[in-house]
């Protein structure tokens, strides 16, 4: 976003163009989504780092629920052990739950904040391609990709069916599957001590 603005300001001072003024409601709704963005990156790590992505695996319910159960004392507690309560125990499913959901519910307030400001902008002729940019971030995206095999499969699907996504959900799907994993490295080749299953209560 710095590296954004500074290119606007480039390129405003190439073509000596000064800034577009805009109102103080304007300016107000421009910082309020500004805040919730972070907020949104903010609440998407805490996810990550307390690897809560797998609570919810359906959507747009949770756990075939629109509330689940959830612990929100718990999940936002901020000094403690990675993975572990304040009584050293591991963090409870609820727990995750709740970091998940309201992640997922503050995506909902994010989109809806940039929409709400897409239309102002769009009410100013200057900056009107702004909100059109503005507009289609909040609704379309050009490729997704993931770092972890931990993302949801299904969701990649669905994302696929719309961008581009890299990897591939059936490849994620193998790699969340370590029987299915062996079993892929068999057919491609690779060879491989004799896995065994070990089935799980």
Known sequence: ML??????????????????????????????GFALLWLQIALGGWVSTNYAVLACTDFPTCQNSFWPAMNFREAFTVWRELGAGRDGDNISFQALTAIHYVHRLSAYVVFAAM????????????????????????????????????????ALQTLAARCTVAPGAAAVAIAQDRIAEKAHFVRCGVPLAPPCTVPGQ
């Open 3 to 32: 590296l954004c603005a500074q290119a606007v300001r480039l390129s405003h001072a190439q073509d000596e163009r000064m800034p577009t003024p805009i109102g103080s409601t304007t300016r107000a709704l421009l910082v309020g």
């Open 115 to 154: 929409l709400v400001v897409a239309t102002r902008l769009y009410k100013i002729q200057a900056l009107r391609n702004s909100a059109l940019w503005l507009a289609q971030l909040a609704d379309v995206c050009a490729a997704v990709t993931t770092e972890f095999e931990n993302v949801p499969a299904p």
